[in-house]
């Protein structure tokens, strides 16, 4: 299936979803570091996931206006093809978040960093956004440094939720 390339970075591309991907995308809905800080994103079966994959393609048909809909789209390894996460937006109160998940084989090498900076830059070139909001639950260390790497600067705390912006 054709897979719309958005960017590419120095090591990835972020492209668009296609059904190809349902089970590459099942299976990292099953790793811990997803159930723990991502439960929506879990899925039980091959099924629900092409679903799920199903409404997020059509978002790129009608055009992305993630103030309605969510727009997410794959991280793909330049080097071998291979899915290797998500990166996307969606509206949250304060406005539009960016979210990001990257498989645990190849967490800890810098490449959710790279996806998030490349990807924020490009959606405040090519969205009608003067910023984007990164949330991270203030035990998720991980998820703190990727956004403080890509030059989201702290905002507020909310609950259990550390706010970032980037502008």
Request: aromatic share 10%; hydrophobic share 35%; glycine share 6%.
């Given at each position: 299936?054709n897979?719309?390339?958005i960017?590419?970075?120095?090591?990835?591309?972020?492209?668009?979803?296609?059904?190809?991907?349902?089970?590459?995308?099942?299976?990292?809905s099953?790793?811990?570091g997803?159930k723990?800080w991502?439960?929506d994103?879990?899925?039980?079966?091959?099924?629900?996931?092409k679903?799920?994959l199903?409404f997020?393609?059509?978002?790129y048909?009608?055009?992305p206006?993630p103030s309605n809909?969510?727009?997410?789209?794959?991280?793909?390894?330049?080097?071998?093809k291979?899915?290797?996460g998500?990166?996307g937006l969606?509206a949250?109160d304060?406005g539009?978040?960016i979210?990001?998940?990257i498989?645990e084989?190849?967490?800890?090498?810098?490449l959710?960093s790279?996806?998030?900076?490349?990807?924020?830059n490009?959606?405040?070139?090519?969205?009608?956004?003067?910023?984007?909001?990164?949330v991270?639950?203030?035990?998720n260390?991980?998820s703190i440094?990727v956004?403080?790497?890509?030059?989201?600067k702290?905002?507020d705390k909310?609950?259990s939720?550390?706010l970032?912006?980037?502008?």
């Amino acid at each position: 299936m054709n897979k719309n390339i958005i960017l590419k970075t120095d090591r990835l591309k972020i492209r668009e979803f296609n059904l190809d991907d349902s089970e590459k995308v099942l299976s990292m809905s099953q790793e811990s570091g997803i159930k723990k800080w991502m439960p929506d994103q879990v899925y039980d079966n091959l099924s629900q996931t092409k679903k799920v994959l199903n409404f997020l393609i059509a978002q790129y048909k009608n055009g992305p206006d993630p103030s309605n809909n969510p727009y997410v789209l794959g991280i793909e390894l330049k080097s071998n093809k291979e899915l290797i996460g998500h990166i996307g937006l969606s509206a949250i109160d304060e406005g539009i978040e960016i979210g990001y998940a990257i498989t645990e084989k190849y967490q800890k090498k810098g490449l959710a960093s790279e996806a998030v900076s490349a990807f924020s830059n490009w959606v405040i070139n090519n969205f009608a956004l003067k910023s984007i909001w990164g949330v991270a639950n203030k035990n998720n260390v991980g998820s703190i440094k990727v956004l403080e790497n890509s030059k989201y600067k702290y905002v507020d705390k909310r609950d259990s939720e550390l706010l970032y912006i980037y502008e």
